[in-house]
């Protein structure tokens, strides 16, 4: 009788696969679900922090910064663009340009027939020219993300997607309408002098709408 003898490769074969999982796996480390969201994350761009970036950057930012809002108006009527150029900032072409303004004046009017609060402005009108009125968003609603966007230190480029820098605006709008409520309460009579933000993508047309953002 006589037996086949198994070739030498199909004998070696599993030895062969044996010690290859044996070094694969002695050079394997076993990580945390922690480390490995870590591992994930690197590289990611999460964005800053909006408590951080709108206490100690923003509030300071706007009140510094702030132009007459008369003279602001007046220019924006004159040549939209050169006004943008001059007293505005727009991050791109695909953003409005952002106006920071000073809102000096009396407030003439309150609406809160609706959530998007809002406090009519008549401004102090050095010259005597015609009145001009300011609307301040009070919330609780606020519309737009004029105040992200009209602050140079935060750039598109800082998120890793648009959901994450849409919801950065939305934090920085919750502070934004936290703040008002806590210190800004106002009503007819009162005389305000207010830093805060309009946007817009062309010359005034209708009610100026502007994010208050710091005042005295």
Not at 6 to 11: H, I, M, N, S, V
Not at 149 to 161: E, N, Q
Not at 164 to 189: P, T, Y
Request: charged residues 20%; glycine residues 8%.
């Amino acid at each position: 009788m006589f037996y086949r003898i198994p070739a030498l490769r199909t004998l070696l074969l599993p030895i062969i696969l044996g010690l290859g999982l044996t070094l694969a796996l002695a050079g394997c480390h076993v990580v945390t679900d922690t480390e490995l969201a870590a591992i994930r994350s690197q590289g990611q761009h999460h964005g800053p922090d909006p408590v951080q970036v709108f206490n100690s950057q923003l509030v300071p930012y706007a009140d510094k910064n702030a132009k007459p809002a008369a003279l602001v108006v007046g220019a924006l009527t004159q040549n939209f663009d050169s006004a943008c150029k001059q007293y505005g900032f727009r991050q791109s072409d695909a953003f409005p340009c952002n106006f920071w303004i000073r809102v000096q004046g009396k407030v003439t009017r309150i609406d809160d027939s609706s959530r998007v609060g809002k406090a009519y402005v008549e401004l102090t009108q050095a010259s005597g020219g015609e009145p001009v009125d300011i609307v301040l968003q009070m919330g609780p609603v606020i519309v737009g993300t004029g105040v992200r966007d009209g602050f140079p230190g935060i750039r598109y480029s800082d998120f890793d997607d648009q959901t994450k820098f849409a919801a950065f605006g939305q934090e920085i709008n919750k502070l934004v309408v936290a703040r008002v409520q806590h210190s800004l309460k106002l009503k007819v009579g009162d005389a305000v002098d207010v830093a805060a933000v309009y946007s817009s993508w062309s010359e005034p047309a209708g009610e100026i709408r502007a994010i208050p953002v710091a005042w005295k």
